[in-house]
């Protein structure tokens, strides 16, 4: 069925469906401009930002974030560097092993922290939600991958 085409209109629930989907997309584009242009950030660097904040004042290993998200290294280094260069965080050698990296929220990417709408994917780890909810969504988004075609490419 891949690559065929329809004569026929599309069901009214694959309209429905199609219509969320893209304002979900438009809803996360906007939403990634306006932290562009206020804050100076991507939604993906303001979520690691978070991710590191959260770990208090003494930062976390680069090593920890890696295991706890899920992007390949290489993407979550330049991350980093990206968010260092704009003074949201300082890297430094471990202290206890020179060969790990610990990663810590400046003032000034705290301050973005708090300024921010908190919104997105990361948001899920800050708001209480129903558990069902959530679970209806794990479910939702999983099947988007399979009714997009997109199984091949997801990891």
Not at 64 to 74: D, S
Not at 88 to 105: F, S, T, Y
């Amino acid at each position: 069925m891949s690559g065929l085409m329809s004569d026929e209109e599309p069901a009214p629930e694959a309209l429905a469906a199609i219509r969320a989907w893209t304002r979900l997309e438009n809803a996360r584009q906007e939403y990634g401009r306006m932290l562009e242009r206020r804050h100076g950030v991507t939604g993906a660097q303001l979520g690691v930002l978070r991710l590191i904040a959260a770990h208090g004042p003494d930062g976390t290993p680069l090593a920890r974030l890696r295991e706890r998200l899920v992007l390949h290294p290489a993407t979550l280094g330049q991350l980093v560097d990206r968010l260092a260069a704009r003074g949201l965080v300082e890297h430094a050698p471990d202290p206890g092993d020179r060969r790990r990296r610990i990663v810590r929220v400046t003032p000034k990417g705290r301050q973005v922290c708090r300024d921010a709408p908190l919104a997105g994917p990361v948001r899920l780890r800050h708001v209480p939600a129903d558990p069902e909810r959530l679970s209806r969504l794990a479910a939702a988004l999983e099947d988007a991958i399979d009714l997009f075609g997109w199984k091949e490419w997801a990891s």
